[in-house]
Every structure is written in C-alpha cells, then in structure tokens.
Nanobody
Framework: QFQLMESGGGSVQAGGSLKLSCVVS????????MGWFRQGPGKAREGVAA???????SYAPAAKDRFIVSQDKAKSTLYLQMNNLEPDDSAMYYC?????????????????????YGPGTQVTVSS
C-alpha cells in the first residue's frame, strides 16, 4: 500500500554531516506520521525523529540539537539532516510512515512504532 525508499547514507568521520532522504508513496493520505528510526548491529530499534502532517517535529534525546527532520509535501519526501555525527550514530537508518486520523496526530513522536518502513540506508561514522 505504501512504498518508501531511503537514500543518502554513507561513511563519514566523526563531526561530519549527512542528509538522508526518503521518497514516500502515500497516495492522497493527508494526515500521517513520518519519521526515522535506526538499528545498529546487535542493538534494539531506536526512534530518532518524527514529523506529522501538521509539521510538528519530535526528537529522541540522542538526536536533539544535532539532527533536523523535515518534509517537502510537494515532493512527498522526508529528510533527516544529521550534523556533528558520532560513532554511536552508526546504524541502518529506516524511513517510516503511518496514516493517522487527525485526533491521533499528537501521538506522532520519535518513538512511534511504525508498521510501514523502507529497506534502510547505512550510516557509518568513524572516529
């Protein structure tokens, strides 16, 4: 029903920056939650950031003040600007999407448990 495709991952040194993009095929759905989560080797899935259709953003503590989540509604694209990257940020990053009714939009937080997500893009940060 929904298709998501991430891009922009890569290898950088600590202190560097990367910008992830995700094209979301969601049809005419107008109220939703979109976001990013990551999973490193042997680690649990970790929410990073989210943004809803009202452009309200939410960040995990590890991402706050370093990462910026944004969307271009005309292009149906989600972004994650990551600055001052640290080795602990190394992980597979996944873009995710969920349709939400308007009354549930406040539930769109960085730790939202999505059902729909893309294949992921690898981010590796070296010290």
């Amino acid at each position: 029903q929904f298709q998501l495709m991430e891009s922009g991952g890569g290898s950088v040194q600590a202190g560097g920056s990367l910008k992830l993009s995700c094209v979301v095929s969601k049809g005419a759905i107008s109220t939703y939650c979109m976001g990013w989560f990551r999973q490193g080797p042997g680690k649990a899935r970790e929410g990073v950031a989210a943004i809803n259709s009202d452009d309200r953003a939410s960040y995990a503590p590890a991402a706050k003040d370093r990462f910026i989540v944004s969307q271009d509604k005309a292009k149906s694209t989600l972004y994650l600007q990551m600055n001052n990257l640290e080795p602990d940020d190394s992980a597979m990053y996944y873009c995710a999407f969920e349709q939400l009714p308007p009354q549930l939009l406040p539930h769109c937080t960085a730790n939202y448990r999505y059902v729909h997500y893309g294949p992921g893009t690898q981010v590796t940060v070296s010290s």
